[in-house]
């Protein structure tokens, strides 16, 4: 699988870095590292997509300034059979390359698992930004530490 995702010809460019990597699971990790309260939300602890009101008047420290920062929102859609990745140490550290071979592009939000099985490790991350069909990314900071590049890589779509 390797020979053929180093042979095959790609249709887009590579870019590196649009992900966040995610806790096992493939959920958010917590903005202040404390979690979601118990009981106020979706049993996974993902926040429903839909708009976040961050305007409120009141605020506990009085001052009006906010620490929120915007997460992205997951992506729920169900694309069933129509997407294929395939997945691929990269030569550059601590980063695993991912092909997107369907027409379809991902949208941001879009959890991907990947596992390298051979070396017991495995992950999540989400997108940050588009991922077309037939192009490339390669996301930084998703492994650990050195894999071997020849491990046999599997991505799919959560």
């Known amino acids: 699988m390797l020979a053929t995702l180093m042979l095959s010809p790609l249709v887009g460019a590579a870019f590196a870095g649009d992900v966040l990597p995610l806790d096992p699971g493939g959920g958010l ?3 202040d590292g404390t979690g979601p309260a118990a009981g106020t939300g979706p049993i996974d602890g993902l926040i429903p997509p839909g708009a976040i009101d961050t305007g409120s008047s009141s605020s506990s420290s009085g001052d009006g300034d906010s620490d929120y ?11 069933g059979l129509n997407v294929e990745l395939s997945c ?3 030569g550059k550290p601590n980063a695993i390359v991912v092909v997107n071979h369907s027409a379809e592009a991902l949208p941001p939000g879009t959890r991907i698992k990947w596992q390298l099985r051979s070396e017991g490790k495995r992950g999540f991350f989400a997108l940050l930004n588009p991922l077309a069909g037939g192009e490339t990314l390669v996301a930084d900071n998703v492994l650990d530490g050195a894999a071997n590049q020849a491990a046999d890589c599997v991505a799919r779509v959560i």
Do not use: K, M
């Open 29 to 31: 990790p917590p903005i």
């Open 69 to 79: 920062v915007a997460e992205p929102t997951l992506q729920t859609r169900h694309f």
């Open 88 to 90: 691929a140490v990269s």
